[in-house]
């Protein structure tokens, strides 16, 4: 089982899942509230075309079918440009939409902002690794945020999660 943070997610189980809206790689708008009726991953990663994140969200959309897709709405949301994630999602021919958080705004509201703590250049505009299910209610039913960057979500208990919706 992946190693998973001491920190607390601001956003757990159990709580309404707070609307945002960012933009996606293309720079269409992409709102969270509009998803209701059909589950929701968010995948919050560090940085595009980093080694860990790359074979993260690899392996998300070359399993896509086991994540419930198309009927489960799975996002990578990272404070990368959208161009960056435009060339990103097309370099790695990724099948889901990655949204910008450019500011962290979304990533300091679900708890998963780096805090001055990331690398030895202090960055603080960066997701930590995290995972959040939301049901078609808009009810989180798993949050992970993982303690280190090197360690993938845990994508059993993610698949695990959506087969009990």
Same mark, same amino acid.
């Not at 902002?113 to 703590?117: I, M, R």
């Not at 930590?128 to 808009?138: L, M, N, P, Q, T």
């Given at each position: 089982m992946p190693e998973t943070t001491q920190h607390v997610p601001r956003v757990t189980e159990g709580d309404e899942a707070p609307d945002f809206t960012l933009f996606t790689h293309d720079m269409e708008p992409w709102t969270l509230s509009e998803k209701r009726g059909?589950? !929701?991953v968010l995948l919050f990663f560090p940085g595009a075309f980093t080694s860990v994140c790359t074979t993260e969200l690899n392996a998300v959309n070359n399993d896509r079918d086991a994540f419930g897709a198309p009927e489960t709405a799975i996002v990578g949301i990272s404070t990368d440009?959208?161009?960056v994630l435009d060339e990103f999602r097309k !370099?790695?021919?990724l099948q889901f939409s990655l949204l910008s958080d450019?500011?962290?705004d979304v990533s300091e509201t679900f708890g998963v902002?780096? *805090?001055? *703590?990331f690398t030895p250049m202090k960055l603080d505009r960066i997701s930590?690794?995290?995972?959040?299910?939301? *049901?078609?209610?808009?009810i989180v039913r798993y949050a992970e945020i993982t303690e280190n960057a090197g360690v993938q979500p845990d994508f059993d208990a993610i698949k695990e999660t959506l087969d009990a919706l």
């Open positions: 059909q589950p !929701v440009s959208p161009f !370099v790695n021919d450019h500011d962290a902002k780096y *805090d001055n *703590d930590k690794r995290a995972a959040f299910v939301i *049901d078609g209610d808009g």
